[in-house]
């Protein structure tokens, strides 16, 4: 993954990725991480060697590969949008906006921006769609890890506060226990009421 990095030609790569597109409820995170090639020695190389998409990993495994990412990393930054704010602006303008504020924050001048699957909104710095870019890309998949950790962290607090609908087990993705408990208890101030339309509706079905 660090191999695919360096191909890109610049010493400063920022990697982004998102968690939580595809929820009922909860927000979406994203994340942008910042490499320093010309920084990272044999023994980063090792330890960065077990990325991945954050979600090939286990919760155990993402949480123990998070100090790694931190370590690493020249700059690291989470942006949070919440249910509300989906629901106010679409689904996918808001990933692209997130991205894309994650990436100008923790960019630098020279540094290629690496994002998984699709470009964002032009801005100063140079960047590059990749396919597939968690399972390729160690910035991409170091930001994969950070904004699914962060989301996880986010939905188990949640699930405390409003335990009705297992947050903590499901992270606000349509699960049948999650599909049950819409059922049972509504929906809750978390859940975004865009996806009424197709997700609540094939519910009643």
């Known amino acids: 993954m660090i191999a695919h990095d360096r191909s890109v030609g610049s010493r400063w790569i920022a990697g982004a990725d998102e968690a939580g597109r595809g929820c009922l409820a909860g927000p979406l995170v994203a994340a942008a991480v910042l490499l320093d090639l ?3 020695g044999v023994a980063e190389v090792r330890a960065l060697g ?3 998409d954050s979600k090939q990993h286990d919760s155990a495994a993402r949480e123990a590969l998070l100090p790694i990412v931190m370590a690493t990393a020249r700059r690291v930054v989470v942006v949070s949008r919440s ?3 989906i629901d106010e602006r ?6 692209l ?3 894309r504020e994650a990436l100008i924050r923790v960019a630098r001048p020279g540094c290629v921006c690496l994002i998984d699957g699709f470009g964002v909104p032009a801005f100063e710095h140079e960047q590059r769609a990749v396919v597939g870019g968690d399972g ?10 950070v904004a699914k950790v962060t989301r996880d962290r986010l939905m188990v607090r949640a699930g ?12 606000g993705y349509s699960t049948a226990a ?28």
């Open 38 to 40: 010309d920084s990272i």
């Open 178 to 205: 999650h599909r049950a408990a819409i059922l049972e208890h509504g929906v809750s101030p978390l859940h975004r009421m865009s996806f009424q339309s197709t997700a609540y509706q094939q519910l009643a079905l």
């Open 50 to 52: 077990a990325l991945n």
């Open 90 to 95: 679409g689904l996918h303008k808001t990933n």
């Open 83 to 85: 249910a509300r704010g």
């Open 160 to 171: 405390e506060q409003l335990p009705n609908w297992g947050f903590g087990a499901h992270f």
């Open 97 to 99: 906006a997130a991205l």
């Open 136 to 145: 390729l890309s160690a910035a991409i998949a170091a930001a994969s890890i």
